[in-house]
Nanobody, 116 residues
Framework: QVQLVESGGGLVQPGGSLRLPCAAS????????MRWYRQAPGKEREWVAS????????NYGASVKGRFAISRDNAKNTMYLQMNSLKSEDTAVYYC?????????WGQGTQVTVSS
């Protein structure tokens, strides 16, 4: 059974940083590209970043490029999202996703709130 568990969310001031881990199990982690998405209140879910199975290739959405960094530790079956220079518009629930199986799998999400 595929399981993705995000953590590390919370309240942070503008300009601050957070690191979100996503712990994975139930599939061959190192073989799959992993993604982060986010969903703000009243908005559609937005793709944030992707990382290849080996961790040697990554891509970012325009709104986070240069501020966020995606990484993974295949020995720990864990993906990370390092978020720096946070803005109020980064406030959202952050989800990790793997395109495994017929429809992929999502985590339960972790809330990030950027506010003074």
């Amino acid at each position: 059974q595929v399981q993705l568990v995000e953590s590390g969310g919370g309240l942070v001031q503008p300009g601050g940083s957070l690191r979100l881990p996503c712990a994975a199990s139930g599939f061959p982690f190192r073989m799959y590209t992993m993604r982060w998405y986010r969903q703000a209140p009243g908005k559609e879910r937005e793709w944030v970043a992707s990382i290849s199975g080996g961790g040697d290739s990554s891509n970012y959405g325009a709104s986070v490029k240069g501020r966020f960094a995606i990484s993974r530790d295949n020995a720990k079956n864990t993906m990370y999202l390092q978020m720096n220079s946070l803005k109020s518009e980064d406030t959202a629930v952050y989800y990790c996703y793997v395109p495994y199986g017929s429809s992929g799998a999502w985590g339960q999400g972790t809330q990030v709130t950027v506010s003074s």
